[in-house]
């Protein structure tokens, strides 16, 4: 138990002005007998409530009615009508809207970067550009790098096509913020200069570009623009190829490939079979 001291400053400390315990404390002062007496509260009585007058309606009597202007009609005043000038009124003003120009509509509309990911390989003399469906790097068992591997065997090259520098797909766009200016042009010559620098170092009978990035970027072409050659700038001649997806989705479109293929097959054929005696002499 505490103190009486003490109990009064935490109760003034909680603002607490009159209290009762609920058993005798110890060292406590006597209760005051003023605080016990429970007094109830008087009724208040409820105010009468006294009825109001409504006041009746008194009749008024009618106001009168103004007479009526009645038009003249006398010869004169039709006169003078017919000599007074008719004043036309002044129509309201449409408020002019402000039709902005394509110019600054396309300016302010910047178009949003490309994004694609492109894988960069060799198979014998033949090197190629092909789309990622996944956007991640081809495996072993993936439907797409199987198909690729059949198109290799059908052009009678090899089957297991090598990485190009170190493995690492072509990304585009390259930073996802900054002031770089990473629209469609900044992005076919970043291909194109990728494929080139790889063209420097080992040439190539032939560039396959499959997908639609490829037809793009590398060879400035539509992805309506397939199984047929090109002759790009810098980079040779290049065979256009549907995206893998797209040939496993539609298989009328391996028939239409095979026959380009076959027309293109003496570029890297013959270059190979030059290579091969080159090596036996």
């Known amino acids: 138990m505490i103190s009486e001291s003490r109990r009064r400053a935490f109760l003034g400390a909680m603002q607490i002005t009159t209290w009762l315990p609920r058993t005798e404390l110890p060292f406590a002062a006597p209760s005051r007998p003023e605080l016990l007496h429970f007094f109830e509260p008087e009724a208040e009585p409820t105010p009468a409530i006294e009825p109001r007058l409504v006041p009746q309606p008194t009749r008024s009597e009618p106001e009168p009615v103004a007479p009526t202007p009645v038009a003249s009609t006398s010869p004169a005043a039709d006169a003078v009508r017919s000599v007074m000038p008719r004043v036309a009124l002044p129509e309201p003003k449409k408020p002019a809207v402000k039709t902005r120009e394509p110019k600054t509509v396309a300016a302010e509309q910047k178009a949003a970067p490309p994004r694609f990911a492109l894988q960069l390989l060799r198979a014998g003399n033949v090197l190629l550009l092909v789309e990622l469906p996944t956007g991640e ?21 090899p089957d297991k096509p090598q990485q190009v520098g170190d493995g690492e797909p ?16 900044a992005a076919r010559d970043y291909v194109q200069g990728v494929v080139a620098a790889e ?9 396959w570009l499959i997908g ?3 037809l793009r970027f590398a060879g400035e072409v539509e992805a309506d623009a397939c199984y047929r050659e090109l002759t790009i700038e810098g980079l040779g001649v290049a065979l256009t190829i549907p995206g893998l997806e797209q040939l496993m989705e539609q298989p009328g479109s391996k028939a239409q490939l095979w026959k380009a293929m076959r027309r293109s097959m003496p570029r890297w054929v013959i270059g190979l079979g030059e290579s091969t005696s080159s090596v036996h002499e």
Do not use: N
Not at 151 to 157: E, G, N, Q
Not at 199 to 206: I, K, P, R, S
């Open 137 to 157: 790097s081809f495996q072993s068992r993936d439907p797409a790098y199987i198909l690729l591997k059949d198109l290799l065997r059908a052009a009678r090259l």
């Open 212 to 214: 639609s990035p490829a």
């Open 170 to 185: 072509i990304r585009w766009p390259l930073l996802h913020r900054g002031s770089l200016d990473q629209g469609a042009e």
């Open 199 to 207: 063209l420097e170092d080992m040439g190539c009978a032939c560039l």
